[in-house]
T-cell receptor
Framework: TQLLEQSPQFLSIQEGENLTVYCNSSSVFSSLQWYRQEPGEGPVLLVTVVTGGEVKKLKRLTFQFGDARKDSSLHITAAQPGDTGLYLCAPRMTTDSWGKLQFGAGTQVVVTP | NAGVTQTPKFQVLKTGQSMTLQCAQDMNHNSMYWYRQDPGMGLRLIYYSASEGTTDKGEVPNGYNVSRLNKREFSLRLESAAPSQTSVYFC?????????????FGDGTRLSIL
């Protein structure tokens, strides 16, 4: 298992503020998925990024894949209480011949009205 | 749409007891997975099944066994439960391994071992 770091571990902000969470590794990713998990439920896919430097937008969420495919970020603009949840990055490592996902520990985001 | 269904949702066991966690998917997916989720450690893969009839160990397989009963069902068995196996267990499925299709998760089984 390759070292995968998500930061910060916890983020509490007011409604309307912006936030960014990060996913980093020393290994190269073949692709990366971001999931959101709400209490009592399983994770749900938000986006998949494949190409280095790729930027994808999903309403107020912007996902970026690093040029070297070793990192990714998720930026939320004008956060709303509905954005509250655990955000998990899940890359596929180029070193894994089976192509399994490896999940980060997650960033817990709390958006208060 | 049911998606991935896990049973039971909650379970309390005593050390040394055995039990089987059930998982079924109705999306005709080939690949299925069992994860455990512990605070601060993310989701860790216990076992996976690339297709019906095949199973392989993941990152933390010790103390567990699995059965891919058919294409729909993938069960996880704890033969002799230990307190270290207290966790939330998630089953997931996807169309195929190593694809960029999403993994679809159940809502989890919350297991406490006393």
């Amino acid at each position: 298992t390759q070292l995968l770091e998500q930061s910060p571990q916890f983020l509490s902000i007011q409604e309307g503020e912006n936030l960014t969470v990060y996913c980093n590794s020393s290994s190269v990713f073949s692709s990366l998925q971001w999931y959101r998990q709400e209490p009592g439920e399983g994770p749900v896919l938000l986006v998949t990024v494949v190409t280095g430097g790729e930027v994808k937008k999903l309403k107020r969420l912007t996902f970026q894949f690093g040029d070297a495919r070793k990192d990714s970020s998720l930026h939320i603009t004008a956060a709303q209480p509905g954005d509250t949840g655990l955000y998990l990055c899940a890359p596929r490592m180029t070193t894994d011949s089976w192509g399994k996902l490896q999940f980060g520990a997650g960033t817990q985001v709390v958006v208060t009205p | 749409n049911a998606g991935v269904t896990q049973t039971p949702k909650f379970q309390v066991l005593k050390t040394g007891q055995s039990m089987t966690l059930q998982c079924a998917q109705d999306m005709n997916h080939n690949s299925m997975y069992w994860y455990r989720q512990d605070p601060g450690m993310g989701l860790r893969l216990i076992y996976y099944s690339a297709s019906e009839g095949t199973t392989d160990k993941g990152e933390v397989p010790n103390g567990y066994n699995v059965s891919r009963l058919n294409k729909r069902e993938f069960s996880l068995r704890l033969e002799s439960a230990a307190p270290s196996q207290t966790s939330v267990y998630f089953c997931a499925s996807s169309e195929a391994r190593a694809s960029n299709q999403p993994q679809h998760f159940g809502d989890g089984t919350r297991l406490s071992i006393l």
